[in-house]
């Protein structure tokens, strides 16, 4: 919220020095020798930065003193006309800084309740109203010629009319003459979104093609116009640039500002073999009547061919197969680490009757009372030798390699289960490729070539999760696991967490 705004120049008749001409409210800045009222800051602590020298005009500028924030944008006109051939003014923006302790008196008495100011916000509102006085000075001498006394005239009446608009309605459209008019919008600034990667799955929280509707359609990027259509919460980054025909970065770029604005979630790419686990925050979830009664329409299972199931209007949910809230707690609680959703769906089948899992799921993740156990690959150092020799060695043809496994489970000290291969016995056969030539691996026979080494290898330092390596190496889950059973990556370990 604004505190005061005040228009300044330099004087060149009384003090040659910087001079308040007009503030609102009255006494603000500097208040007159008979007011009741104290003004904000001492005006002569910080004038020589509200009309500095010439090097720091036509610049932002931001001076905190007390507990306030002063945004200026001082403008130097030089031209013969004017008494020592320049004219400096600057139009100011006082708010009130919540996060500074202040200094002196004031140190004690900031208002700890209050939210923080969005200066950002306020610093395209200083730099337009700066700029459109700078014209209207250069056209017509509007602020050299006004004479007015302070608290009259047009430039007051124009400083009035900011404060009590963008305060009142962030927003402000004042007209100044027949062809100038001051048209300023405050645009809050949001944070910044998490980052975004394509083994993501976007999520659409409003109704994108009612977006895309209006006439104001061809001013849409062109594409994110082709990406709209197949954001349905069940398709990556990856999936849906494939789909549209888009190059990924810029695939990416486009999300990005839905993301920013609010209009996605991400998500983790579901399957079966997946684990999730209950969080703290299940509580709520126990506690809240009306959210259990929102996931009962949700999770109800849709028609197979409606695959635009994602949007939170479930009102024509079959009211058969809507579930009790004891029922849909006690399915959250039994889900554990350790157990895929494969394994949970068995175990619970007759519970689980006209409910869609991947929604159930994704219900949880959405309100936070449900995690996802990612599972990451940590090649041992001892190995990293082995690792640098296959990836430097010449890819000639591709190999296909036969291998049997054993596996053991180990349990470390902070309690996270950890898969170790154990290599038993293995052989390796050459091959021309001819004689495979349309035959697709499994998953012991991957056909993967060295050619994949590389960019394995930097997947193999635990910071990476499966979904992450599995899309941007374009093989599956099954086909990683048998290629990190090969006796090329050592010890391998893949933790769950």
């Known amino acids: 919220m604004i505190k005061a705004i005040f228009f300044s120049k330099f004087d060149t008749h ?72 320049e004219f400096i003014f600057n139009f100011c923006i006082v708010l009130e800084d919540s996060g500074s302790s202040g200094n002196g008196s004031g140190s004690g008495s900031g208002n700890d309740n209050d939210d923080p100011v969005d200066v950002n916000s306020y610093l395209s509102v200083v730099r337009k109203l700066a700029r459109l006085m700078r014209g209207l000075e250069e056209q017509d001498e509007f602020l050299s010629k006004d004479l007015s006394p302070p608290g009259t005239g047009k430039v007051y009446a124009l400083c009035e009319m900011v404060l009590e608009d963008l305060n009142n309605y962030c927003e402000c459209m004042i007209p ?85 604005y609010g209009c996605l979630l991400l998500l983790d790419v579901f399957s079966f073999g997946a684990i999730y686990a209950c969080t703290a ?39 058969d197969v809507v579930m009790s809230g004891e029922t849909l707690i006690a399915l959250y609680t039994s889900l554990k680490q350790g157990q895929s959703v494969k394994t949970w769906c068995l175990e619970h089948g007759d519970a689980l009757v006209g409910v869609d899992v991947r929604r159930f799921v994704t219900f949880g993740v959405i309100k936070g009372f449900v995690y996802r156990v990612h599972k990451y690959a940590i090649a041992t150092s001892a190995t990293s030798a082995a690792m640098t020799a296959a990836t430097n060695t010449p890819t000639i043809s591709r190999r296909t390699t036969t291998t049997t496994t054993t596996t053991t489970t180990t349990t470390a000290k902070n309690g996270v289960n950890v898969w170790s291969p154990q ?42 999760c499966f979904d992450e390596i599995c899309t941007d190496l374009g093989i599956s889950e099954r086909e990683l696991v048998a290629e990190l059973k090969g006796k090329r990556w050592g010890d391998v370990q893949i933790i769950h967490r």
């Open 14 to 85: 009384e003090g040659m020095s910087p001079k308040v001409l007009h503030q609102v409210p009255s006494d603000s800045i500097v208040p007159s020798p008979n007011s009741p009222t104290a003004s904000l800051f001492s005006f002569p602590s910080i004038s020589s930065y509200i009309i500095p020298r010439q090097e720091f005009c036509d610049r932002l500028l931001t001076i905190c003193v007390s507990r306030y924030r002063v945004l200026g944008y001082p403008v130097c006109i030089t031209h013969h006309k004017y008494d020592r051939n």
């Open 176 to 260: 100044i003459d027949a062809s100038n008019t001051l048209n300023i919008k405050l645009f809050p600034t949001l944070p910044p979104p998490p980052p975004l990667h394509q083994h993501h799955v976007p999520l659409s929280t409003v109704n994108l093609p009612a977006l895309t509707s209006s006439d104001s359609v061809s001013n849409w990027d062109l594409t994110l116009l082709r990406l709209l259509p197949h954001i349905n919460g069940v398709n990556s980054v990856r999936t849906i640039a494939r789909l549209a025909d888009a190059d990924p970065h810029l695939a990416r770029s486009a999300l990005r500002h839905l993301l920013y």
């Open 423 to 464: 290599i038993s016995a293995a052989k390796a056969n050459v091959s021309t490729g001819d004689e495979k030539k349309g035959r697709r691996s499994t998953d012991l026979d991957l056909g993967l070539g060295l050619d994949l080494d590389l960019d394995l290898r930097r997947y193999l330092d635990g910071a990476h």
């Open 281 to 319: 925050e299940l509580g709520v979830f126990v506690a809240d009547r009306g959210m259990q009664e929102e996931c009962a329409r949700y999770v109800c299972a849709r028609d197979v061919g409606n695959d635009d199931d994602d949007d939170d209007d479930d009102d024509d949910a079959d009211a």
